[in-house]
Nanobody, 122 residues
């Protein structure tokens, strides 16, 4: 299984970006897809997640500014980021909790993408 994230770029404060992540390979089902980020010198943190049923969860710091969405048919997840702030600067990682085979545990296993850099200038 591979997760390919894209869309990171340099943007001015107040601007917008849209990140995309595609999961490929042998996949039976995807329970959850989401985005995490890691700023220089900091630990990786949750940004937003979305279940296959459509439930979403956001970090308080991005609520009202970021929107996560999924295309279950394409095994893709998106992160629309608006009103970007310099503190949003980080490497953004895509994560999927999925089952490769029907015999895998119902809870699935974690898979991570390679990360895409978002830089917000003031």
């Amino acid at each position: 299984v591979q997760l390919q994230a894209s869309g990171g770029s340099l943007v001015q404060a107040g601007g917008s970006l849209r990140l995309s992540c595609a999961a490929s390979g042998r996949i039976f089902s995807i329970n959850l897809m989401g985005w995490y980020r890691q700023a220089p010198g900091k630990q990786r943190e949750l940004v937003a997640t979305a279940t296959s049923g459509g439930s979403t969860n956001y970090a308080d710091s991005v609520k009202g500014r970021f929107t996560i969405s999924r295309d279950n048919a394409k095994n893709m997840v998106y992160l629309q980021m608006d009103s970007l702030k310099p503190e949003d600067t980080a490497v953004y990682y895509c994560k999927a909790v999925l089952r490769r085979f029907w015999s895998d545990s119902v809870g699935g296993n974690d898979y991570w993408g390679q990360g895409t850099l978002v830089t917000v200038s003031s």
